[in-house]
């Protein structure tokens, strides 16, 4: 089949990404600063030069169609790579100072991150460090978008656009008040737990999506608390209102203190690990590649132990 030449321009893609992002072309004009038609005009006309209806409107919001879905990676990707590459040339050209854009899940960016920030700085203090924090699903967008050059966080979404490797295990603890009869028991059937309510992060996180799967293997539809952070999940803990899956980093100060228990269950939890991210597609750039080097070295092991081994290192969560 002959394809014949594209005239997509960059207002197009940029106009078609933040209407798939936001869901809304009002939405999309605003982050764009541009007016709505404008917007409309250009994801119209894309959908013209590629032969394919590429948004659909379901009630008073829009998302892509099956072809808008499948052309959308393509488009932020080349938004992606042109915004890196320009920062490439600015560096090369010693216009602009080397910098590396780090993104984070929560639980990460309290307990594993500022380690390896610290490490990785001595050792490369020419390269700035930023840091985004968020959940899973704003991580993962984030990396796919080409907005963050690496990430810290959990077991990367299916595909070969990520590419990394593991830092280590993430272990879980099922945590409640210190005086709960639970924590004095050997074992716990899952089933026990059925009428204790169920302390949650919010929609799109890892942590999240850990518990819910826990929960709907053991068929248990407990009462669900949704809190914002990590802290107020120990707190409501402690406090005797619920039980949650966490990951052990997060809770380890808590819990030898006395200040949190922990229910042994009866069964051995999935095993999860922390993972260092790239982009796989396009040139991997100094900086990451360095990044991508250090995590993988007995240097920034050397740092986690000692952080993981610090009292200080448990008490971010709670601010």
């Given amino acids: 089949m002959y394809l014949s030449p594209l005239s997509i321009t960059l207002t197009q893609l940029r106009s078609f990404l933040a209407v798939v992002r936001t869901g809304s072309v009002t939405a999309a004009a605003e982050e764009l600063v541009v007016t709505q038609p404008s917007v409309s005009a250009a994801v119209s006309s894309l959908g013209r030069e590629l032969g394919a209806e590429l948004m659909e409107r379901v009630g008073r919001s829009i998302r892509p169609t099956p072809a808008g879905e499948a052309f959308a990676p393509y488009a932020a990707d080349v938004i992606g790579l042109l915004e890196q590459g320009e920062r490439a040339a600015l560096e090369a050209g010693e216009l602009a100072a080397r910098e590396l854009r780090i993104v984070a899940v929560t639980t990460a960016a309290e307990y594993l ?49 990520l590419a ?36 949650q992060r919010e929609q799109g996180s890892g942590t999240r999506a850990f518990n819910e799967r826990f929960l709907a293997s053991h068929e248990l539809r407990p009462r669900v608390l949704t809190l914002g952070s990590n802290g107020a999940i120990k707190q409501a803990a402690r406090a005797g209102i619920g039980v ?19 229910i042994t269950l009866g069964e051995r939890l999935p095993t999860r690990h922390w993972y260092a991210l ?16 250090f995590v993988g070295s007995e240097d920034a092991q050397r740092a986690l132990a000692a952080w993981t081994m610090s009292p200080m290192s448990s008490t971010a969560g709670d601010r």
């Fill in 113 to 161: 991150v500022p380690p390896l920030l610290h490490a990785f700085g001595a050792q490369h203090p020419d390269i700035g460090l930023t840091l985004d924090v968020g959940n899973r699903e704003h991580v993962f967008g984030r990396m796919l978008a080409h907005r963050a050059d690496v990430a810290v966080g959990g077991r990367p979404p299916d595909g070969d656009r």
């Fill in 164 to 199: 990394g490797h593991a830092l280590g295990e993430n272990r879980f603890a099922l945590i409640t008040s210190a005086d709960d009869p639970l924590a004095e028991r050997r074992s716990v059937r899952p089933a026990e737990l059925a009428e204790r309510s169920w302390l």
């Fill in 244 to 262: 949650s899956l966490q990951s052990r980093v997060a809770v380890e100060l808590e819990l030898s203190s006395g200040l949190l228990g922990s």
């Fill in 278 to 293: 790239r982009s796989a597609v396009g040139p991997v750039s100094a900086a990451v590649a360095a990044f991508m080097k």
